[in-house]
């Protein structure tokens, strides 16, 4: 995950950002520029939160500190000498900025794409504001599969099946040990289902997040940068 650079570019002199990395830094850089001195600051994990980092190194701030939701996110902060810390040293978080691969209008998201959405989870669930950062193209009517999966190693394939259609990711497993798999059915209600994963045994967390979670979701597309304050 290689820092995009070009940070130092305003939010402001993005609007109309016409490319999916245009529009994933103008959301990066607008979350940025949330983040006061003396935050104590979530990462998240991806595309778009790579441009977030350098945009946040670029602010300047001199106290804060990070938790990052994945080794590429904590070895990319490092590098950029952002601060970084552990929840359990901080307690908690004043602000989580990640990226989605869906958002819909409800402020419902799928993410995981990158397999860290366990972390993310318990990272957004920590802070007390958590924003989301996104392309044009990650806003949808509806969610629809894949819905990642993070499971317990023991007896995968049957808890595999419990959930059929459902399949291992062919990635590694995340750093914490677990098989990275993909709920690959219909999402319908999305509560419903985020309950239906909540209770199956082996499922050690999925890639749906309630709009409870979210805060804020920022974005980026070729009109400029929508603001959506879910429920
Ligand atoms: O994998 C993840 O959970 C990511 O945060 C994902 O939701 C967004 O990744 P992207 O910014 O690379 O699209």
Redesign the pocket.
């Known amino acids: 995950m290689a820092p995009p650079g070009a940070a130092e570019r305003s939010a402001a002199s993005l609007s109309g950002a016409s490319t999916v990395d245009e529009q994933?830094r103008a959301a990066a850089i607008a979350a940025a520029e949330l983040v006061q001195d003396g935050m104590r600051v979530g990462l998240?994990?991806?595309?778009?939160?790579?441009f977030l980092l350098p945009a946040l190194a670029g602010r300047g701030l001199t106290d804060i500190r990070c938790v990052a939701t994945s080794p590429a996110t904590e070895r990319d902060a490092r590098e950029l000498g952002l601060p970084l810390s552990t929840l359990s040293q901080l307690g908690g978080l004043d602000i989580a900025i990640?990226?989605?691969?869906q958002v819909d209008p409800h402020g419902w998201?799928?993410?995981?794409?990158?397999?860290?959405?366990t972390r993310?989870k318990i990272v957004a669930s920590a802070a007390s504001t958590f924003v989301v950062i996104?392309s044009a193209e990650?806003a949808v009517a509806s969610l629809r599969a894949p819905v990642?999966l993070e499971l317990v190693p023991f007896e995968a394939a049957h808890t595999l099946a419990t959930l059929a259609p459902a399949q291992l990711r062919d990635v590694p497993p995340s750093p914490d040990g677990g098989l990275i798999a993909d709920y690959l059915g219909e999402v319908g209600d999305p509560a419903t289902l985020a309950e239906l994963l909540d209770r199956t045994p082996g499922v050690v967390e999925h890639?749906l997040f309630a709009p409870e979670l979210v805060s804020l979701v920022l974005i980026a597309g070729a009109d400029g940068l929508q603001r959506r304050v879910p429920g």
């Open positions: 994933k998240g994990t991806g595309s778009t939160v790579a990640d990226g989605a691969d998201l799928v993410k995981g794409g990158g397999g860290a959405h993310e996104a990650k990642p890639g």
